[in-house]
């Protein structure tokens, strides 16, 4: 059973900086693409950003190019996303799951931009 478990978000001012963290487990992780994706209150949950297998090629959403980067240690099988010039609307719960998604989400990480 793949099990995805997300750390690292908290409260921060905008401007500030966050690391995510993501480990996965019941899956071969070197073999799968990985994404970040996040559900503000009210909206749909959206895509972030996401890695090839090997750690080669990124692509991220329009809204967090260039602030944003994502990385991962397959090794740890574990997954990144460091956020930085953190803005209000960035403010959500933060999941990682195989890009496309597939299968069940883990519990989220809380992100939340004061302004």
């Known amino acids: 059973q793949v099990q995805l478990v997300e750390s690292g978000g908290g409260l921060v001012q905008a401007g500030g900086s966050l690391r995510l963290s993501c480990t996965a487990s019941?899956?071969?992780?070197?073999?799968?693409?990985m994404g970040w994706f996040r559900q503000a209150p009210g909206k749909e949950r959206e895509f972030v950003a996401a890695?090839?297998?090997?750690?080669?090629?990124?692509s991220y959403s329009d809204s967090v190019k260039g602030r944003f980067t994502i990385s991962r240690d397959n090794a740890k099988n574990t997954v990144y996303l460091q956020m930085n010039s953190l803005k209000p609307e960035d403010t959500a719960v933060y999941y990682c799951?195989?890009?496309?998604?597939?299968?069940?989400w883990g519990q989220g990480t809380q992100v939340t931009v004061s302004s």
């Open positions: 890695i090839s297998q090997s750690g080669g090629k990124t």
């Open positions: 799951n195989r890009h496309p998604p597939l299968g069940s």
């Open positions: 019941g899956l071969t992780f070197s073999t799968y693409p």
